[in-house]
């Protein structure tokens, strides 16, 4: 349904729930595009399922809005909201085969059963399980179960999909295939969906926007590929892992760098942002892992670890002078000890700095 | 977080919500109010009152009646022993089978069934057939016979060593299934560690089976010895006549039409075993 | 000792209480079959007279119908209260739930003699109305209750929020969800808890004892009476039947694996 003064599809705002004396969630604002996906990213016990259950209505918030299309979702029950919901254990009902499982919310809907059948069918035809209608969810391999638990909810047509970390129970190389067959589904039937993961790989290969939470509060979000390449802050940075998060202090400022101290005789220039803290304040500097490489001069350090991953190693090192560690990957297998002393050259003309949450 | 009240927490109208509760509580209070409350109170106050029917002022003679008398106290004091003697027996037999059913698991599903067997077919049928067993020409006592010939017979029939055996028999199952369950709680981990850690079979058993399975040891006990307190039928049947157990006089009070009294004698039972049913349901609860 | 001695004195002794737990059991089998008119064991003679007699015994065959009827009735009240009581005890949390809860359990927890005391007292000086039928039922329904709620709210327990959950997001109401979805799923554990209780109340003798209607009695207070009178193996036969009653149920059971009702329902 399209919108017609450019507010977006879906919108929540000042959403808090609490749990007790806990916190679910606190004061959450946000917008989703239509047709766009966006994944809710961050470890368990941060809120994200909490918000996408109250989105649905499983869960009444202790304030806040939601609004889908234009309306408000408050007066709205949950089985008249137009959502389709994917559960994290796919939830299909046993007693009932596929055909009968896909079929259910439109039977909920009144659609009369010729029309339901086909619908159903198509559904199904949609995640390649066309044929085993027949079947008992019992009988279905994890991977097949959980497609049919998305077609189940894509069958009644509905204006958001949901998900709750649906691929969980997944190993790994069926996560891989079904979240790739689920994101290019929804591009080509530009469905709008939310999905919620602690896999930030699965938010790369599913979401045009991630938006990343903690402890019940949006940390940091945006653009996926922008937000895993350069995240903001410091959290983001960390949870993500694939940038090294170095503390200093700020030496002082010369036009547009930044002079920062990271460590005895070692200071590094950083290029100036709206994040960079006055001089003598301590910041926080983020860079690329790869971006760090080995060479004949440069910051001095002390292997620590050396690990071999798929096409590249891992290597571990500390600068002497500071007691933080570098993490970086030279491409193919190195032969680094551990304890032996390496150059490092970075390029800190593409380190920026963090903001701390 | 999906919880167990995730579906009450859905999103609906407060009201909806707010009748929800006692609505759902209207059945079983309609059940029990009138037909368990209202008549245990009612129980307790005629026990406390005067008069033929007990709705007369307030008076604790019938307890004095009860107490002070020797014939209602040596029937409780035998009921009591009775029910202790019932429960060290189950427990004798019931810890090594539940531990040989721990060891053996193929072994578990007859077991069971032979336990569990009994108990869906009505007592009066199971103590026809131990009357039979233990009648004075019944095959225990011809074996005994066969054995010690025939002066050694015993009579079970009419004294309490038939009315033990049989309630042994009848209430076995529970502490056996009680213990071998506390037992199976612990998992299989553990007496494999003892093993490997050195402890011959007879040590795992001391020191790690049976400490662990104290708390099925409890249940069961407990369970055992209110039940048997409390069985009127099994006495009644064995007992032929010759035997009286408290729950007996109180069926005799009873059937009078000595309401009080039998309040009375009720009230005593239930003063005296609450206190350990409330024991093991607290156990079981908090398992 | 060694292993294997101790492990031949465990199959043993296994052995010789299953020959406890079933010898009286086998003992009324057998006897039913006996010649004589007296009671003779072992039997002197076979014959199937006394199956024979008991087709023709109304007496019986009049008990054992109302005995049917009085747990019919009780199971399926046991059934309609068990389950929005359960609904209420597994998802519904508010003051007094333990309460309740106890409340509900309290006939585990207390003597039957107090309650078959109990009731008839109210019955009789309370109400002032004579034991009927009815009441019966009611002593019954109070004493297989509990086990009843007991299965399922496990079953409930077991099957969590989620399934409803999916269809309310499907578009069905709450009531619909739990009707279309929670109660197919958790048939089986109905099933199991509609047999236990009719078991329980067909085999009851203490609260039929106290309640019983003049008249009109079940089946185990027929017999309890008859075995006091009864010098020949006339009951051996009704208990025969009962008996394979009782071992085609647990073949049933033990088929589909719901021995764990049983043990917990007690406990």
């Known amino acids: ?357 | 977080m999906a919880t167990d009240s995730a579906i009450a927490e859905t999103a609906r109208p407060r009201t909806g919500r707010k009748l929800l509760v006692p609505l759902l509580s209207l059945p079983m209070l309609a059940l029990f109010l009138p037909f368990l409350v209202v008549p245990l109170l009612l129980l307790i106050r005629i026990s406390v009152g005067g008069g033929r029917i007990g709705f007369d002022g307030f008076t604790l003679d019938r307890f004095a009646a009860v107490l002070g008398d020797t014939y209602y106290l040596s029937a409780l004091g035998i009921t009591l022993l009775m029910a202790l003697l019932t429960a060290a027996g189950c427990l004798l037999l019931s810890i090594p089978l539940a531990y040989f059913m721990l060891r053996q698991p193929r072994w578990r599903m007859p077991i069971i069934a032979a336990l569990i067997g009994p108990l869906v077919i009505s007592v009066v049928v199971r103590l026809y057939g131990w009357q039979l067993l233990l009648s004075e020409s019944g095959p225990v006592n011809n074996t005994i016979a066969l054995l010690f010939g025939d002066d050694a017979r015993v009579m079970f029939i009419g004294s309490w060593s038939g009315v033990i055996i049989t309630m042994i028999h009848t209430l076995m199952p529970y502490m056996c299934i009680a213990i071998f369950n506390s037992m199976q709680s612990m998992g299989s981990g553990v007496t494999e560690a003892a093993q490997t850690l050195g402890a011959s079979a007879w040590q795992v058993f001391l020191k790690v089976v049976l400490p662990l399975a104290a708390r099925g040891i409890m249940t069961g006990t407990v369970l055992v010895f209110s039940l048997s307190a409390t069985s009127f039928i099994v006495p009644a049947v064995m007992g032929a006549g010759r035997v009286n157990t408290f729950p007996m006089l109180i069926y005799q009070e009873a059937t009078e039409l000595n309401f009080p009294s039998a309040a009375a004698l009720a009230v005593v039972l239930l003063v005296l075993l609450l206190p350990l049913s409330a024991l093991s349901t607290r156990g079981r609860n908090a398992a | ?267």
């Open chain 3, 1 to 267: 000792m060694s292993a294997t001695i101790m492990r031949a004195i465990g199959k043993v002794y296994a052995c010789l209480m299953i020959v406890f737990l079933l010898s009286p059991l086998v003992v009324v089998v057998i006897l039913s079959f006996s010649s004589t008119s007296f009671i003779a064991f072992p039997p002197r003679g076979w014959s199937l007279r006394w199956y024979d007699q008991l087709a023709h015994d109304t007496a019986i065959r009049e008990s054992l119908l109302f005995s049917i009827e009085i747990a019919a009735a009780a199971t399926v009240l046991a059934l309609l209260i068990a389950l929005p009581t359960a609904v209420l005890l597994v998802r519904h949390h508010f003051p007094g739930r333990t309460a309740l809860r106890a409340l509900a359990l309290s006939p585990l927890v207390l003597p039957e003699v107090l309650l078959a005391l109990a009731l008839l007292l109210y019955i009789q000086n309370g109400l002032h109305i004579r034991p009927s039928v009815w009441t019966l039922t009611v002593g019954h329904l109070l004493v297989i209750f509990p086990f009843s709620l007991q299965l399922i709210s496990s079953a409930m327990g077991d099957l969590g929020p989620e399934l409803e959950e999916a269809g309310i997001t499907l578009g069905a109401t709450p009531i619909r969800a739990f009707w279309l979805i929670a109660m197919p799923v958790m048939l089986p554990s109905i099933a199991a808890a509609a047999m236990f209780s009719f078991i329980f109340s067909f085999d009851n003798v203490a609260i039929s004892l106290f309640l019983s209607v003049p008249g009109n009695v079940t089946l185990p207070v027929r017999m309890f009476e008859l075995a006091n009178t009864t010098n020949d193996p006339s009951l051996s036969s009704i208990s025969s039947v009962l008996i394979l009653a009782g071992a085609i149920l647990m073949a049933f059971l033990g088929r589909f694996k719901l021995f764990d009702g049983v043990v917990n329902a007690r406990q």
């Open chain 1, 1 to 357: 349904m399209p919108d017609s003064n450019g507010a977006a599809y879906l919108s929540a705002r000042g959403i808090s729930k609490r749990f007790g004396s806990a916190v679910g969630v606190f004061d959450i604002d946000l917008d989703v595009e239509k047709g766009m996906a966006i994944c809710l990213l961050g470890p368990s016990g941060c809120g994200k399922t909490t918000l996408l259950r109250i989105i649905a209505g499983l869960q009444s918030a202790d304030s806040g809005s939601v609004r889908l299309g234009g309306s408000d979702l408050a007066r709205v029950p949950v089985h008249k909201r137009d959502i389709g919901f994917v559960f994290q254990t796919w939830a299909l009902f046993p007693h009932l085969n596929v055909q009968r499982n896909v079929e259910f919310g439109l039977s909920m809907r009144g659609v009369e059963s010729g029309e339901r059948a086909k619908r159903a069918r198509d559904a199904l035809a949609l995640v390649g399980l066309e044929e085993l209608g027949g079947r008992m969810p019992r009988q279905l391999s994890g991977g097949q179960q959980q497609r049919v638990a998305l077609a189940r909810a894509l069958a009644i047509n509905p204006s958001i999909l949901l998900l709750d970390e649906p691929m969980s129970s997944l190993d790994f190389n069926t996560r891989v295939e079904v979240r790739r067959q689920i994101r290019e589904l929804q591009q080509r039937l530009g469905v709008t969906a939310i999905y919620v993961t602690h896999d930030y790989s699965e938010a790369m290969a599913v979401a045009d926007r991630t938006v990343v939470m903690s402890a019940g509060r949006i940390v940091e979000q945006g653009d996926t590929a922008a937000l895993f390449h350069h995240p903001r802050t410091d959290y983001a940075a960390r949870f993500l892992g694939m940038h090294n998060v170095l503390d200093g202090t700020v030496a002082g400022i010369d036009g547009g760098m930044a002079r920062v101290r990271l460590g005895e005789g070692i200071e590094v220039p950083v290029p100036v942002s709206d994040a960079t803290p006055a001089a003598n304040a301590p910041a926080k500097i983020c860079f690329d892992q790869w971006l760090v490489g080995l060479s004949a001069d440069g910051l001095v350090a002390e292997v620590i670890s050396v690990s071999a991953e798929h096409g590249y190693t891992r290597v571990v090192a500390c600068p002497t002078g500071t007691s933080q560690a570098i993490d970086f990957r030279v491409p193919g297998i190195s032969l680094i000890e551990p304890g032996a002393q390496v150059h490092l050259a970075i390029d800190w003309s593409q380190a920026w700095f963090l903001t701390s949450v």
